[in-house]
C-alpha cells in the first residue's frame, strides 16, 4: 500500500505537466487561427495565403507522424518530450524572429517547426498519461481530463490573444510578441520540470526482434477510410472557426462583416468552449452510447448547423452568448449563420474518438502502428482550410462551407457504412 502511494505522489508532477502539455498543443496550434487574420492585414495576403501557417503547423504531421511514434519506440517517453518542447520552443521563437524581420516566409516555417513539435507531443502525453495513471479507467480518465484542458486551452486563445494586441485586422505579427512570450515560457518551465522528473518507459525497444508480417494496420479496409475520416475531420474542425474568423474580421467591401476582431474572438473562443463541453458530455454518457451511434448523430447534426448556415440571410442576426476574455460570459450580435457554425462544436467534440475507437476495432496487434499512422493523418487539418480559404477567394465565405459539408457527409458514410470490418480472416 505505501508502495502504491509513493507510485502516486512521484507521478503527480508528470502528470500534471502531461496535462499541461495537453493544453500547450491547443494553446500553438490555436495561434495560428488569428495569427491569419494578422498575416492577411500586414502582407496583404488572400484567405487562401491567411491559411498557409496553418497548412504548415499541419502538414508537419505528414512528416513526422511516423517517425515520432518511432522515437517513443528508441528513446522513450522522457527523452521524446524533452525533444518536442525544444522544438516547440525553437518554432515559436521563429515566429517571434519573424516579426521582428517582417517577414512572410520565417513565419511559415515557424509555423512549420510547431508542427513537428505539436505532432511530438501528441504522441507522447496520450501513452505516457495512460501509462502513469496505470492504464484502464484511470488512465482514460486521465486522457479525458487532458482532452478537457485541452478545448479550454484552445477557448481562451482567440480570446486572449484578441485581448492582448487589440485588433488583429490592424495589427502585425510584432503585435502577438506577449502571446508567443507566453507560449515560449511555458515551453521552458516544461523542458526544466521534465529534465528533472523519473518517468516510466514500459514501451522503450530493449532489443531487435525481427519477425516478418505479411499484413499491417493498412491491410484493413475499415482502418483505411478510418484514417481518411480522421484526415476530414481535422480539417473540419479547424476549416469551421478559422474560415469563420476571417470571415467575420474581414470588411465589407472584401464580402466580410466587419466585426471587431476582440468579438470574432470571443465569438470563436465559443465554439471551442463548446467542443469541451462536448467532450465532457461524451466522456459521461460513452460507457452507454456506442461510438458507431455518437459519430453518426454528430455528424448528421453538424450537417444540418452547416447547411442552415449556409443558407440563413446574413441579415438575419441574433444576441449570442460568448465567453469573454474575464472568464464570463456576454452577448455578441452575430448572424444567425454564425451561432449554427459556433454550435457545431458540440458536434466536432465527440468525432475524434468516435472515428479512433471505430478504426481501430479487431486490429489487435496493429493498434499500437494505426495509432502512429493517425498522426500522420492529423495534416488534414492544414490541407482542408487551405482548399476552403481557396474555394472563400473564388466565391463567398459562406459558399465554403460546402467543403466542410462535403466532410461532414463523408463521416455520415463512415460511420452507418465504411466501419464495418470486412477482414475478420487477418490473424491479429
Known sequence: MT???????????????????????????????????????????????????????????????????????????????????????????????????ESFVVYL???????????????????????????????????????????????????????????????????????????????????????????????????????????????????????????????????????????????????????????AGTVVGTYWFLMLIGRLVGASVGAKISSKAMLICAAVLGLIFVTLAMFMPVETKVSMPVFQSDISFGLAEVPIGIMFLVLCGLCTSVMWGGIFNLAVEGLGKYTAAASGFFMVMVCGGGILPLLQGAVADSTTYMTSYWVVFAGLAYMVYYALIGCKNVNKDIPV
Not at 140 to 149: A, C
Not at 216 to 241: C, K, Q
Open 3 to 101: 508502495s502504491t502511494q509513493e507510485q502516486k505522489k512521484n507521478y503527480l508532477l508528470p502528470i500534471a505537466m502531461m496535462i499541461a502539455l495537453f493544453a500547450m498543443i491547443s494553446f500553438v496550434t490555436g495561434l495560428q487561427n488569428p495569427m491569419g487574420i494578422i498575416v492577411k492585414n500586414q502582407f496583404g495576403a488572400s484567405n487562401f495565403m491567411s491559411q498557409l501557417g496553418n497548412f504548415a503547423n499541419f502538414i508537419a504531421y505528414a512528416f513526422m507522424g511516423i517517425p515520432a511514434g518511432l522515437l517513443l519506440q528508441r528513446i522513450g517517453y522522457k527523452k521524446t518530450a524533452l525533444l518536442a518542447v525544444a522544438v516547440g520552443f525553437a518554432g515559436v521563437g521563429i515566429q517571434y524572429i519573424s516579426g521582428q524581420a
Open 109 to 263: 516555417t515557424g509555423a512549420f517547426v510547431c508542427g513537428f513539435s505539436m505532432c511530438m507531443l501528441n504522441a507522447v502525453v496520450n501513452p505516457m498519461l495512460n501509462t502513469l495513471g496505470g492504464g484502464g479507467n484511470k488512465g482514460n480518465q486521465l486522457i479525458q481530463v487532458g482532452g478537457s484542458l485541452n478545448s479550454l486551452s484552445a477557448t481562451i486563445v482567440p480570446v486572449l490573444v484578441g485581448y492582448l494586441i487589440g485588433n488583429a485586422a490592424q495589427a502585425s505579427i510584432k503585435d502577438a510578441n506577449p502571446a508567443l512570450f507566453i507560449a515560449m515560457g511555458i515551453f521552458a518551465l516544461a523542458f526544466i520540470v521534465l529534465f528533472f522528473m523519473e518517468i516510466p518507459e514500459p514501451h522503450m525497444i530493449k532489443e531487435k526482434a525481427a519477425v516478418k508480417d505479411n499484413h499491417s494496420a493498412l491491410s484493413f479496409r475499415h482502418f483505411i477510410l478510418g484514417a481518411v475520416a480522421i484526415f476530414v475531420y481535422v480539417g473540419v474542425e479547424v476549416g469551421i472557426p478559422n474560415i469563420a474568423n476571417l470571415f467575420m474580421t474581414s470588411t465589407p467591401e472584401s464580402g466580410g462583416l466587419g466585426i471587431d476582431t476582440t468579438i
